[in-house]
């Protein structure tokens, strides 16, 4: 089995995948009389294709167990996908480039308790991956006609594991 380890995400290290969603950002300033705090513009939600529209969803996760299998993953042509955890617990990103042939090799990324994601329209990526306790999400992605959503199986599964403590 082929083997990545999990790299602590960051804006620098996934700006060519999409983008990191947490509050670690200058892009902040005081809103309601100074009581709230925003950090403004965190993702571009994108929805292309027939009738798309950005939809707003809840997601429960169960937790993976690791070494994690990969033998599939997913991208949506058609509208990006923002997982925002509702707990400060890490979850595992995967994400592949468009080979010649389907997705390469994985990239996996451990986010910081509380960080989140948008995954680029069209990007492959894996499944909702919550670590150690099951998980809520916050999911904003694409509604409308047409199918959004192509897997890839691969011949030889990757072997995902957690950094070294």
Same mark, same amino acid.
């Given at each position: 089995? +082929?083997?990545?380890?999990?790299?602590?995400?960051?804006?620098?290290? *996934?700006?060519? =995948?999409?983008?990191?969603?947490?509050?670690?950002?200058?892009?902040?300033? #005081?809103?309601?009389?100074?009581?709230?705090?925003? *950090?403004?513009?965190?993702? +571009?939600?994108?929805?292309?294709?027939?009738?798309?529209?950005?939809?707003?969803?809840? /997601?429960?996760?169960?937790?993976?167990? *690791?070494?994690?299998?990969?033998?599939?993953?997913?991208?949506? #042509?058609?509208?990006? %996908?923002? /997982?925002?955890?509702?707990?400060? +617990?890490? =979850?595992?990103?995967?994400?592949?480039? &468009?080979?010649?042939?389907?997705?390469?090799?994985?990239?996996?990324?451990?986010?910081?308790?509380? %960080?989140?994601?948008? $995954?680029?329209?069209?990007?492959?990526?894996?499944?909702?991956?919550?670590?150690?306790?099951? %998980? &809520? =999400?916050?999911?904003?992605?694409?509604?409308?006609?047409?199918?959004?959503?192509?897997?890839?199986? *691969?011949?030889? #599964? $990757?072997?995902?594991?957690? #950094?070294?403590?």
């Amino acid at each position: 089995m +082929r083997r990545v380890v999990a790299k602590l995400l960051t804006r620098e290290n *996934f700006t060519e =995948f999409g983008d990191v969603i947490d509050t670690d950002t200058d892009a902040h300033y #005081p809103i309601n009389n100074g009581k709230t705090e925003r *950090f403004h513009a965190l993702a +571009r939600p994108e929805a292309a294709g027939p009738n798309g529209h950005v939809l707003i969803n809840i /997601f429960k996760g169960t937790p993976y167990d *690791f070494p994690l299998k990969l033998t599939m993953v997913e991208r949506h #042509p058609y509208g990006s %996908q923002a /997982f925002i955890p509702l707990s400060p +617990r890490p =979850f595992v990103v995967v994400v592949c480039h &468009d080979g010649p042939d389907g997705p390469s090799t994985p990239h996996a990324f451990l986010t910081k308790p509380g %960080q989140g994601v948008n $995954y680029r329209r069209n990007l492959w990526h894996g499944v909702l991956t919550p670590v150690g306790e099951p %998980q &809520d =999400f916050i999911v904003v992605d694409r509604g409308g006609d047409g199918s959004n959503v192509e897997e890839f199986h *691969f011949s030889h #599964p $990757y072997e995902i594991n957690l #950094p070294e403590k």
